[in-house]
């Protein structure tokens, strides 16, 4: 009996040291003196029936599978023999000591801990997540040789373990085992072998302009490595020493192994609302020098981009641990100022940090230029060339981080600037060629115009003399999706307009001459200049996307300015059963007005207006137009193009511009004008000097 609780221990204590290393399920055979079915027994007793590092949170974890709901009470859990407690007394009260410091030093608060069963605690890794509940499962052996835990947070899932034995050091990683954790190390400017700077090196701060003062406030020192000197960065928490950095002559870095992440100058920004975050120690150094103490740097340096990842929660975003681990501080700070390198890491690591901090809480500088071409890179640079006047005047200058979205007028002042001096370009609008409408009505790029009347009224053709005016006056080019006109027609009455004269000789011509042979042969040289077609080869109806795409294409390739759609029921319209009409034609209209701002490109939208029961011959309204009102509330300016009728009410050949709406007073005003329509050459003329008709 006696030999078979020697074996016990034994195989206890050996059980431990298996525990450490092995993710397998750990069963244990035993040599003889065991007979089999005490070896049975004793191997039912002791197997160890969970991965220390078990992949889920299953009732594999349960140790001597004793526990039917997964936690363990003291009754059930096996305890050592009695004098074997006595005979262990010491080595008892060792691993006490030693497992308690392991998980200590791993943040754990064990105090209130018993070995044997499972304790619920506070997972120093992941802090229970927002609602900070106790997710961490520790359980810690009944003789206290080791230590295994799990945190039941699914986003955490930290899982490790640690044994009683002197040399060994606890192992923990996350479940998929990549992101492992580096193990704290206790260190000490003593225990590092640190230094205090010896002069050459003081002297190579001052020709960075960084004074003895600064140094020793911040603790720099040096480390001999053989014959080698290289200058030691001192990271400290509280005041303790928590990491140390090297850099030696050849700008080499290197960290303490199993050191604390945290920002380099922490201890500087415990009570300051404003914190400044620089690349490197040497910027943080410089930043003294220019007044600001409250200054901190990254200790990594910069990514080389900016991930394009969605952020990877805390406990996984392993290359910015530092900035969790220093959370307490930054949480405080209502001002962020981003003073990173000005290349391209640098700003990758401003946006990095931004992402994580809050956009709205940061701030970025601007390094001075250093020449024509280049701007200074950090603020130690700025130092050096500038001075500490000027590293100043750049954090005071800081501008607030840019917000996707967000902006101020400050932000657009360039735009702003060229409207006011008029160096956009058709700043008032491009005059329609006639003069009736100067007031009323120009042609700004970027707007939308709505262009409205019953069936007949001319709509059509004045919107084609209008583009030929504009050709003219300032060779602007047009995307067409007419899909009312045959190519071949829409050809001819726009030519008739471009060359004046018909196209054939017709009734409608009368005595008028055709355009000769010549003249059109220039005149599709000029129709191909000029116009692009949008159209559906298919018998399909296009749906404004579509439209708006090729458009798009037309302005990138051919440099149009304009785009006209005529008419809108041409289009296909069909919307989810869901949608009303009005949804839709809002929709719509926002997808054309946004192209024409993007491109800007105007936007001539046709739209009939719904049946008119009780019309009596006049100019329909705005709001007649079929589908919604958006319509009207949408456009920059509303047109309704008329023409009477009535021989009794005044000449047939006049046409009737009802300027319904214009947005930009710059553009035009509200009114009416009258046109002259010549049906031979399908020109729209001013009343007081009709041109001439060419013979
Ligand atoms: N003031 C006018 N006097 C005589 N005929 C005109 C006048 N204005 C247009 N027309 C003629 O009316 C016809 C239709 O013109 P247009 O296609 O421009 O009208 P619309 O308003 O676009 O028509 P719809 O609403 O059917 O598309 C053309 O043959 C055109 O020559």
Not at 472 to 501: P, T
Request: proline residues 5%; aromatic residues 10%.
């Amino acid at each position: 009996m006696r030999l078979l609780y020697r074996s016990l221990y034994k195989l206890s204590s050996s059980l431990s040291s298996v525990f450490m290393g092995s993710k397998q399920l750990c069963k244990f055979t035993f040599s003889s003196p065991l007979t089999h079915s005490s070896r049975r027994q004793l191997s039912d007793t002791y197997r160890i029936p969970f991965s220390v590092l078990p992949s889920k949170p299953t009732s594999r974890i349960r140790p001597f599978c004793l526990k039917t709901n997964g936690y363990l009470t003291h009754a059930n859990v096996p305890r050592p023999p009695a004098f074997l407690e006595d005979a262990n007394e010491k080595s008892y009260t060792n691993n006490i000591r030693i497992i308690k410091q392991r998980l200590e030093e791993l943040d754990m608060d064990i105090d209130i801990c018993k070995p044997g069963q499972y304790n619920h605690l506070l997972c120093p890794m992941c802090k229970g997540g927002d609602s900070e509940e106790k997710t961490l499962s520790l359980f810690i052996n009944v003789d206290w040789s080791s230590a295994v835990w799990l945190c039941f947070r699914g986003k955490c899932g930290w899982k490790g373990s640690t044994m009683a034995t002197a040399g060994s050091t606890p192992s923990y990683e996350t479940p998929n085992h990549i992101d492992k954790v580096k193990i704290k190390r206790e260190i000490t400017v003593e225990s590092l072998n640190l230094e205090p700077l010896c002069d050459e090196l003081v002297g190579y701060f001052a020709e960075r302009l960084i004074t003895r003062e600064t140094l020793q406030r911040n603790a720099v020192m040096q480390k001999s490595y053989g014959d080698q000197i290289v200058i030691a960065f001192t990271y400290w928490r509280n005041g303790v020493l928590v990491s140390c950095k090297y850099r030696d002559i050849n700008k080499k870095f290197w960290q303490e192994a199993n050191t604390e992440k945290v920002f380099y100058g922490l201890d500087d920004i415990t009570e300051t609302d404003d914190i400044i975050i620089v690349e490197g120690e040497m910027d943080k150094l410089a930043m003294e020098e220019a007044g600001f103490t409250n200054c901190v740097s990254v200790p990594d340096g910069a990514p080389a981009v900016v991930s394009l990842k969605e952020l990877p929660p805390e406990e996984k975003d392993l290359k910015y641990q530092y900035l969790w681990n220093c959370r307490e501080y930054l949480k405080k700070a209502s001002r962020i100022i981003l003073a990173t390198d000005g290349d391209n890491p640098g700003q990758a690591l401003a946006e990095e940090l931004a992402r994580r901090l809050g956009r709205e809480r940061c701030w970025r500088v601007r390094w001075p230029k250093k020449n024509d071409v280049d701007h200074f890179k950090d603020a130690n640079e700025v130092l050096m060339y500038l001075g500490p006047d000027a590293l100043k005047e750049v954090i005071e200058n800081a501008e607030l981080y840019p917000i996707r979205g967000l902006f101020s007028f400050g932000d657009y002042f360039d735009e702003i600037n060229a409207y006011y001096h008029r160096t956009l370009g058709y700043e008032f609008g491009v005059p329609t060629g006639w003069g009736a409408l100067n007031e009323l009505y120009n042609v700004v790029p970027g707007e939308l115009t709505i262009v409205t009347g019953v069936p007949n009224s001319g709509k059509s053709e004045w919107i084609d003399a209008l583009l030929c005016n504009l050709n003219e006056s300032v060779d602007w080019k047009f995307a067409l999706c007419s899909m009312e006109n045959k190519v071949r027609e829409h050809a001819r009455k726009l030519l008739e307009k471009h060359i004046k004269k018909p196209f054939f000789n017709a009734r409608y011509g009368g005595s008028a001459e055709r355009m000769s042979i010549e003249e059109f042969e220039q005149g599709k040289q000029w129709l191909s200049d000029t116009f692009y077609l949008i159209r559906c080869e298919d018998d399909s109806l296009p749906n404004v996307k579509w439209v708006l795409d090729l458009a798009k294409a037309a302005v990138l390739r051919h440099g149009v300015r304009g785009l006209v759609i005529d008419p809108y029921n041409e289009l296909d319209h069909q919307r989810p059963v869901s949608q009303t009409e009005t949804e839709y034609v809002s929709q719509m209209l926002t997808k054309v007005k946004r192209f024409a701002q993007h491109h800007s490109c105007h936007v001539w939208f046709v739209a009939h207006p719904r049946q008119l029961h009780h019309w009596v011959g006049g100019p329909p309204n705005l709001y007649d137009i079929s589908g919604s009102a958006h319509f009207i509330n949408k456009c920059d300016n509303g047109i309704v193009i008329h023409r009477n009728r009535d021989p009794e009410a005044g000449p047939l050949d006049q046409v009737q511009v009802c300027v319904r709406k214009v947005r930009n007073k710059v553009a035009g005003t509200v009114g009416e004008a009258f046109l002259l329509y010549d049906r031979v050459t399908g020109q729209f003329m001013d009343i007081k000097e009709p041109p001439p008709r060419k013979k």
